[in-house]
Protein backbone atom coordinates (compact mmCIF):
# COMPACT_ATOMS: atom_id res chain seq x y z
CA UNK A 1 0.00 0.00 0.00
CA UNK A 2 1.08 3.16 -1.22
CA UNK A 3 2.00 5.98 1.70
CA UNK A 4 -0.40 8.93 1.46
CA UNK A 5 0.88 12.39 3.11
CA UNK A 6 -1.91 14.06 4.96
CA UNK A 7 -2.16 17.68 4.49
CA UNK A 8 -3.51 19.39 8.06
CA UNK A 9 -5.96 21.69 7.38
CA UNK A 10 -5.05 25.30 7.64
CA UNK A 11 -7.14 27.66 9.03
CA UNK A 12 -8.51 30.23 6.19
CA UNK A 13 -11.52 32.18 6.48
CA UNK A 14 -13.77 33.70 9.09
CA UNK A 15 -17.03 33.66 7.58
CA UNK A 16 -19.58 36.45 8.65
CA UNK A 17 -23.70 36.64 7.66
CA UNK A 18 -25.25 40.21 6.32
CA UNK A 19 -28.84 40.83 6.25
CA UNK A 20 -27.33 44.37 4.08
CA UNK A 21 -24.39 42.97 1.86
CA UNK A 22 -23.79 47.26 0.93
CA UNK A 23 -23.91 48.81 4.45
CA UNK A 24 -21.90 45.88 5.44
CA UNK A 25 -18.94 46.32 2.84
CA UNK A 26 -19.03 50.01 3.15
CA UNK A 27 -17.90 49.68 6.70
CA UNK A 28 -15.41 47.50 6.18
CA UNK A 29 -14.44 49.77 3.22
CA UNK A 30 -13.69 52.27 5.48
CA UNK A 31 -11.40 50.39 7.52
CA UNK A 32 -9.46 49.46 5.05
CA UNK A 33 -10.52 46.47 3.11
CA UNK A 34 -9.98 46.19 -0.44
CA UNK A 35 -14.08 45.32 -1.57
CA UNK A 36 -15.16 45.76 -4.99
CA UNK A 37 -17.98 47.78 -5.69
CA UNK A 38 -19.78 45.10 -7.85
CA UNK A 39 -19.55 42.93 -4.24
CA UNK A 40 -22.21 45.11 -2.66
CA UNK A 41 -25.12 43.41 -4.85
CA UNK A 42 -23.28 39.83 -4.23
CA UNK A 43 -24.64 36.62 -2.07
CA UNK A 44 -21.11 36.38 -1.10
CA UNK A 45 -18.17 38.48 -0.66
CA UNK A 46 -14.37 38.08 0.31
CA UNK A 47 -11.44 40.14 1.10
CA UNK A 48 -8.36 38.74 2.16
CA UNK A 49 -6.19 39.90 4.68
CA UNK A 50 -2.28 39.50 5.92
CA UNK A 51 -1.30 36.27 5.80
CA UNK A 52 -3.82 35.43 3.25
CA UNK A 53 -6.64 34.79 5.71
CA UNK A 54 -9.97 35.57 4.18
CA UNK A 55 -12.90 37.88 5.76
CA UNK A 56 -16.28 36.73 3.91
CA UNK A 57 -19.62 37.75 4.19
CA UNK A 58 -22.89 35.48 2.96
CA UNK A 59 -26.13 37.02 2.63
CA UNK A 60 -28.97 35.82 4.72
CA UNK A 61 -30.82 33.88 1.25
CA UNK A 62 -27.61 32.27 1.30
CA UNK A 63 -27.71 30.94 4.18
CA UNK A 64 -31.23 29.65 4.21
CA UNK A 65 -30.34 28.25 0.86
CA UNK A 66 -28.06 25.75 2.97
CA UNK A 67 -29.90 25.97 6.24
CA UNK A 68 -33.89 26.41 4.97
CA UNK A 69 -35.35 28.26 8.06
CA UNK A 70 -32.28 29.70 9.38
CA UNK A 71 -32.66 32.62 11.22
CA UNK A 72 -30.23 35.72 11.93
CA UNK A 73 -28.73 35.69 15.57
CA UNK A 74 -29.78 38.73 17.72
CA UNK A 75 -27.19 38.84 20.40
CA UNK A 76 -24.11 40.37 20.42
CA UNK A 77 -21.03 38.00 20.55
CA UNK A 78 -21.28 35.44 17.82
CA UNK A 79 -18.08 36.69 16.60
CA UNK A 80 -16.03 39.70 16.92
CA UNK A 81 -13.05 41.10 14.76
CA UNK A 82 -10.09 43.43 15.59
CA UNK A 83 -8.46 46.03 13.34
CA UNK A 84 -4.72 46.73 14.53
CA UNK A 85 -4.10 50.27 14.22
CA UNK A 86 -0.73 51.94 14.29
CA UNK A 87 -0.78 53.86 17.32
CA UNK A 88 -3.11 54.71 20.29
CA UNK A 89 -3.45 58.52 19.03
CA UNK A 90 -4.92 56.57 15.65
CA UNK A 91 -7.56 54.43 17.47
CA UNK A 92 -9.24 58.04 18.52
CA UNK A 93 -9.32 59.48 14.29
CA UNK A 94 -10.66 55.83 13.73
CA UNK A 95 -13.39 55.82 15.88
CA UNK A 96 -14.29 59.57 15.28
CA UNK A 97 -14.28 59.00 11.49
CA UNK A 98 -16.33 55.89 11.68
CA UNK A 99 -18.74 57.33 14.24
CA UNK A 100 -19.10 60.53 12.61
CA UNK A 101 -20.05 58.63 9.30
CA UNK A 102 -22.76 57.22 11.48
CA UNK A 103 -21.39 53.47 12.45
CA UNK A 104 -22.53 52.35 16.25
CA UNK A 105 -20.07 52.70 19.07
CA UNK A 106 -20.30 50.04 21.62
CA UNK A 107 -17.50 52.07 23.99
CA UNK A 108 -15.48 54.58 23.21
CA UNK A 109 -11.82 54.60 22.97
CA UNK A 110 -9.99 53.75 26.62
CA UNK A 111 -6.46 52.99 27.58
CA UNK A 112 -7.14 49.59 28.83
CA UNK A 113 -4.78 47.62 32.00
CA UNK A 114 -3.58 45.14 29.01
CA UNK A 115 -1.62 47.54 28.02
CA UNK A 116 -3.46 48.99 25.00
CA UNK A 117 -5.47 51.54 23.52
CA UNK A 118 -8.63 50.27 22.79
CA UNK A 119 -12.44 50.74 21.09
CA UNK A 120 -15.17 48.71 20.30
CA UNK A 121 -17.35 49.36 17.01
CA UNK A 122 -20.60 47.66 15.97
CA UNK A 123 -20.89 46.84 11.96
CA UNK A 124 -23.94 47.23 10.16
CA UNK A 125 -25.26 43.71 11.64
CA UNK A 126 -24.05 44.74 15.23
CA UNK A 127 -20.87 42.21 14.82
CA UNK A 128 -18.17 44.17 17.27
CA UNK A 129 -15.11 45.38 15.62
CA UNK A 130 -12.53 46.20 17.89
CA UNK A 131 -9.75 49.33 17.01
CA UNK A 132 -6.50 48.57 19.31
CA UNK A 133 -2.82 50.01 19.34
CA UNK A 134 0.03 48.71 21.87
CA UNK A 135 0.08 51.84 24.63
CA UNK A 136 3.70 53.54 24.09
CA UNK A 137 3.72 53.22 20.90
Known amino acids: MPHTTRMTPRFDLVGMVT ?3 AATLGFYR ?3 LDLPA ?3 SAPHAEAVGPGGVRLAWDTVEVMRS ?3 GWEMPKDEGRVALAFRCEGPAD ?5 AEMTAAGYASRKEPWDAPWGQRYAVLADPDGT ?3 LFAPLGD
Open 128 to 130: PVD
Open 91 to 95: VDRVY
Open 66 to 68: MHP
Open 19 to 21: ADM
Open 38 to 40: EAD
Open 30 to 32: RLG
